[in-house]
């Protein structure tokens, strides 16, 4: 079992910049990679950003933007969002995979957080 939580979202004006924080635990955390997707109503959970192998992998609409670090213990994940736009407004969420080759793949994943909402005004 691998347990993730998120922190740090919010409100936050166009143009600004948001930092999220992901802390996972477990007995087995160490066998998994972690991930940063999104998700906003009506739409498929996106990969924003995450590490495989300690390299870090980045979502199309995203890259550039934001930056994903990942702490020696490889048990958190960060992600710095900067230069926000109201189409980043969703629902962002911690992943926890074991086969780390799918990283962007959302039904791969075995473990979620609960979410953390970003909500960016115009």
């Known amino acids: 079992q691998v347990q993730l939580v998120e922190f740090g979202g919010g409100l936050v004006q166009a143009g600004g910049s948001l930092r999220l924080l992901c802390t996972a635990s477990?007995?087995?955390?160490?066998?998994?990679?972690l991930g940063w997707f999104r998700q906003a109503p009506g739409k498929e959970r996106e990969f924003v950003g995450g590490?495989?192998?300690?390299?870090?992998y980045y979502g199309r609409s995203t890259e550039g933007r934001f930056t994903v670090s990942q702490d020696d213990t490889r048990n958190t994940l960060s992600l710095q969002m900067n230069r926000l736009r109201p189409e980043d407004t969703a629902l962002y969420l911690c992943?926890?995979?074991?086969?780390?080759?799918?990283?962007?793949?959302?039904?791969?994943?075995?473990?979620w957080g609960q979410g953390t909402q970003v909500t960016i005004s115009s």
């Open positions: 477990g007995d087995a955390v160490s066998q998994y990679e």
């Open positions: 590490f495989n192998g300690g390299s870090p």
């Open positions: 992943g926890a995979i074991q086969n780390g080759r799918y990283l962007q793949h959302a039904r791969r994943y075995n473990y």
